[in-house]
Structure formats: C-alpha cells, structure tokens
T-cell receptor, first 112, second 112 residues
Framework: IAGITQAPTSQILAAGRRMTLRCTQD?????MYWYRQDLGLGLRLIHY???????GKGEVPDGYSVSRANTDDFPLTLASAVPSQTSVYFC???????????FGPGTRLTVL | EDQVTQSPEALRLQEGESSSLNCSYT??????LFWYRQDPGKGPEFLFT???AGEEKEKERLKATLTKKESFLHITAPKPEDSATYLC?????????????FGIGTKLQVIP
C-alpha cells in the first residue's frame, strides 16, 4: 500500500544525544513536512521541503535540521536532544505545496 | 495570527445520535480548510478539503460544510467505529510555503 513510513515507532533518548527520525514516502510527492504534536497544542510545523534539494523552516525549527537528498526521503535530525523535544513527530507529504497533506504513522520520542 | 478553535473538546454520543463538530477560524487569505480523523497512536487521516464558503462534501456518515468564519463536521447516525479525534486545519500562503494551522481537535466517543 502506497504511503509514508516512519522509523523508529518510538524511542527513548538521553538528553544531549543525537537522533535522526526517518521518513520515506512512495507516492512521488514533491513536498514533505515534519510536524510535532503535543497535548493541548495541536500539530506544529518544524521544517518543510518544496522539492528535492530544498528545505525551509516552519514555526518551531530550533534544535532540528532536515535534508532532502531525493524525492522519497526526508530525515529529521535532533543534533543534541533536550527534554522539551519529547513529543510525537509526524512526517507528511503532498503532491505540491498547498495540496492536501498525507501523514505517516508517527514517532513517539521521549528525551530524558 | 491564524487561529483555529474546535468545539466541543470532547463529545460523547449514543450510536445513531447525530451531531455536529464546530471549527471556528481566523485567517487572512484562506486557501483551504481541512478535516482529518486521528485514531489513538496513529497519524491524522485525511477526510475533506473545503475551499470556499458554501461548499459541502460528504463521505459515508460525515458531511463537512464551510462558511466564512467556521466549518462544521456533521455526523449522521454515528457508529462506534466513528470514535476518534477530529482535527480541523486552515491553510494560507506564507512566504515560501503554505502555512497550515491545526486546531487541537474534538475527541468523539460513540457508545454502542
């Protein structure tokens, strides 16, 4: 079934460690996104990518970086994790900017 | 600043008891309004996109409507499998991307 896969499903991480969350889509969508979802705050955009080779900052980019080497993959890296980055992270994609976004199953990250 | 307010926060219905969920929004230059369904531990699942006031869309027991200030998600004769959190989001152009602002959601529980 076509869609978005994310890995890992969940992770517990010590503060200060580096972590990369993986996202792969097989829909050949141009645009991809990373969101975090926190209780009482809703989904917030971290970074986005219009197309392979380009990335941009969303609402809450501090402490995160992304890369888009090809159409299918959009990894999110926490260079030095902090407890405030404990959250559920969702990757999404859309055919183009402005189109409907389709979400992956999420990664639950706990930073201790 | 863009705002999306969903009400009620939680709703408990008997099976077959129709009701409506509300999404009030404030955004300048609305491009689209989205409804998603989210099951516990899963990513948001796309339901509808509405683009202009007066537009309506239906899918099984769900119907979404849009005015200039709010959207409603009407649930007709709900079943227990309709239990989920329903998210509303608005989209507008913002710099290099289409900014999407999500509401916190309405948690719907349908009792057999």
């Amino acid at each position: 079934i076509a869609g978005i896969t994310q890995a890992p499903t969940s992770q517990i991480l010590a503060a200060g460690r580096r972590m990369t969350l993986r996202c792969t889509q097989d829909m050949r969508h141009n645009a991809m996104y990373w969101y975090r979802q926190d209780l009482g705050l809703g989904l917030r955009l971290i970074h986005y990518s219009n197309t392979a080779g380009t990335t941009g900052k969303g609402e809450v980019p501090d402490g995160y970086s992304v890369s888009r080497a090809n159409t299918d993959d959009f990894p999110l890296t926490l260079a030095s994790a902090v407890p405030s980055q404990t959250s559920v992270y969702f990757c999404a994609s859309s055919d183009d900017l402005g189109d409907t976004q389709y979400f992956g199953p999420g990664t639950r990250l706990t930073v201790l | 600043e863009d705002q999306v307010t969903q009400s009620p926060e939680a709703l408990r219905l008997q099976e077959g008891e129709s009701s409506s969920l509300n999404c009030s929004y404030t955004v300048s230059g609305l491009r689209g309004l989205f409804w998603y369904r989210q099951d516990p531990g899963k990513g948001p699942e796309f339901l509808f996109t509405l683009y202009s006031a007066g537009e309506e869309k239906e899918k099984e027991r769900l119907k979404a409507t849009l005015t200039k200030k709010e959207s409603f998600l009407h649930i007709t004769a709900p079943k227990p499998e309709d239990s989920a959190t329903y998210l509303c989001a608005v989209q507008r152009p913002s710099g290099g991307y289409q900014k999407v602002t999500f509401g916190i959601g309405t948690k719907l529980q349908v009792i057999p």
